[in-house]
């Protein structure tokens, strides 16, 4: 079972890297952290810049996700707030609602045909309290200056024929996309403007070398006079540094067949919808009427033909008319969390730079890097001092990953606890 996003995406041969050569700046990863930070680069008139992927343009997360673009960080809105203060909190949230519209701006200027959807995104309330919409509506408002606007139950009663909802919050600055065609249109025109993207070119090996950076493959090398790591949570045994500050934990996908009109019994929007568990259904209706569904969180990377089998009693949950309904792809795919659960993007004291841990919330952010680094290494301006209070610390491998399991049964368990509690009469 294929997953729906390569299935319907015609991709250009690309070389791999064979033999030396020479660089200004070496990215390590084509996933859109990667991508972007290429992109930055040639769009500020930066040249010689390489992009080394292992397998293709957008194998990890960037071109398996569920497509939603839009404001925040995978931390907790509430978390950022308490951690940074209003001004440092409100400057990091800032920068990716205008990656938000760069994406949208470059969408246009590059022509990149990736089924943009501009219709928001809805925030569906899975409990019966209508206190954690007020107070999430709030502290967007009062903390960030944005609008997440209510939706009474029975107006979205009439978007999701479904029970399992008491309301929701609508964020209007927020879109859906096929990210990997998206990825695609970011790799073209990078490559246009001059940055050489190699695939199926694993690097091996990074070693520092006089005032620069040796960075090998197994049939290649290129001597770069900067590096940046932006491997998600696929890279291996290249710069512990980057690699033991982050956990690669899995994530799930499906789409169903194509529904036709029977899309509206279920879905009457164009919306993509997510919910306020902690362990959150995210979905969205695809142009030929598939839904598109996503869910879950695992150390474990599982068969396509189980991810289908869990994920369509989640949506059998949510709506049990479409019982019948086929699952057509299922796939799964890796994030890089950090402890912290905010991005890691800056330099390390030995020079290389880094554009990790962007978790399940990486879309606007991984576009937040790519301007970041690129400006920084244009010699325009430093990354923002606050992303220095989210560093590169450890995330305890097995151990880490093992808290992080015991952490999302135990919030799974809270969360249907405060269900069944709430529905009771
Ligand atoms: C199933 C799923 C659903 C998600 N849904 C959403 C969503 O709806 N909205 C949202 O905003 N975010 C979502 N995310 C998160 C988002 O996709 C990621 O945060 C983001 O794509 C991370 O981008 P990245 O470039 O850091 O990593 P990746 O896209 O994983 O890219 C890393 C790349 O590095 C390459 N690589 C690894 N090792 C090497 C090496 N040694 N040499 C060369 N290359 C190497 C890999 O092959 C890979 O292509 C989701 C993630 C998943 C997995």
């Avoid at 200027?109 to 219709?119: H, K, L, N, S, V």
């Avoid at 996908?253 to 036709?260: C, D, I, K, S, W």
């Avoid at 299922?330 to 993007?345: C, D, E, F, N």
């Amino acid at each position: 079972m294929q997953s729906f996003y390569e299935a319907t995406v015609v991709r250009p041969e690309r070389a791999r890297l064979s033999g030396k050569r020479a660089a200004n700046v070496c990215i390590v990863g084509g996933g859109l952290a990667g991508l972007s930070t290429a992109l930055g680069l040639v769009e500020r008139g930066v040249r010689d810049v390489v992009v080394l992927e292992a397998q293709q343009v957008g194998f990890g997360a960037s071109g398996r996700n569920g497509g939603f673009v839009f404001g925040g960080y995978s931390l907790d809105c509430a978390d950022l707030l308490r951690i940074l203060g209003q001004a440092r909190a409100r400057e990091l949230y800032a920068l990716t609602t205008d990656a938000v519209d760069l994406m949208r701006r470059r969408i246009k200027r590059y022509r990149i045909a990736c089924d943009a959807t501009d219709a928001g995104v809805i925030l569906a309330n899975w409990f019966n309290q209508p206190e954690r919409l007020e107070t999430q509506r709030r502290l967007m408002k009062d903390g960030f200056g944005v609008d997440w606007e209510p939706v009474p139950a029975s107006t979205l009663a009439g978007q999701l024929k479904t029970r399992r909802y008491y309301g929701g919050l609508f964020e209007r600055n927020a879109f859906h996309f096929h990210p990997l065609k998206y990825v695609l249109g970011i790799a073209d025109a990078a490559t246009a403007a001059g940055a050489q993207i190699y695939e199926h070119s694993p690097v091996t090996r990074l070693q520092r070398q006089g005032g620069g950076f040796i960075v090998e493959t197994a049939e290649g090398s290129i001597e770069a006079r900067q590096v940046v790591m932006a491997g998600g949570g696929y890279v291996r045994n290249v710069y512990p540094k980057v690699e033991r500050a982050v956990l690669p934990i899995a994530t799930y996908v499906m789409a169903t067949e194509p529904l036709g009109p029977r899309l509206k019994d279920a879905l009457d929007t164009a919306a993509a919808v997510y919910d306020t568990r902690f362990a959150f259904d995210y979905y969205r209706p695809l142009p030929d009427t598939r839904i598109l569904w996503g869910g879950r969180i695992s150390v474990r990377n599982r068969e396509p033909q189980a991810i289908a089998r869990l994920l369509r009693r989640d949506l059998l949950k949510v709506y049990p008319q479409l019982r019948d309904v086929r699952i057509e792809h299922a796939w799964g795919g890796l994030m890089s969390y950090a402890r912290h659960k905010m991005p890691q993007i800056g330099q390390s004291a030995d020079g290389v730079w880094y554009a990790v841990g962007f978790g399940g919330h990486g879309m606007a952010p991984t576009t937040v890097s790519g301007e970041l680094l690129a400006a920084a290494i244009a010699g325009e301006r430093p990354v923002p001092e606050a992303f220095a209070t989210f560093g590169l610390t450890p995330a305890f491998g097995a151990l880490g990953l093992t808290a992080a399991q015991l952490t999302y049964t135990a919030m799974q368990t809270r969360d249907a606890l405060a269900a069944r509690r709430r529905q009771r009469p």
